[in-house]
């Protein structure tokens, strides 16, 4: 009996299934160092230093990006994310200088334009993953 068990696991493969052949380590990493800093961003902090470290992130999206590229990856999905994501950056922006005139920290609209911007950041964590997980062309046992 443990002859056949063990001819089974040769003949179907002994490896991890739990990450695609595809996975793409790289952009893996960078994803998770990404989640990582979009959770502890703005954790018990008043919008002005959550401005900050939504600031922090914009290095890693951009590393995400550069990765989704080389793979070749990109998708309409992924793009209207990453867009969202400038365009709610520019909001906060706009928003943290209305504060800073009106010398007023918790300013509603710059305390809703900070948490857009962390919404925005969860969906693009969400497109990227959705395309990291994406098999390539082809049967996607290619290494990439």
Known sequence: MASVAVLVAVATGCRNDATPA???PELEA???SLSRAVEEA???KAPGSCADDL???AALAERAFAEVLDHRLLDAAFVDARSDVGRTREFRLTAEAQARSRRDPHY???ERA???ERLA???LLV???RVRATPPPGDGMEPV
Do not use: M, Q, S
């Open 42 to 44: 703005c954790r018990g």
């Open 22 to 24: 595809w996975g793409y």
């Open 114 to 116: 900070v948490a857009a």
């Open 127 to 129: 497109e990227l993953e």
């Open 55 to 57: 600031d922090g992130l």
């Open 30 to 32: 960078t994803l998770g």
């Open 108 to 110: 509603v609209p710059f």
């Open 121 to 123: 950041y969860r969906r």
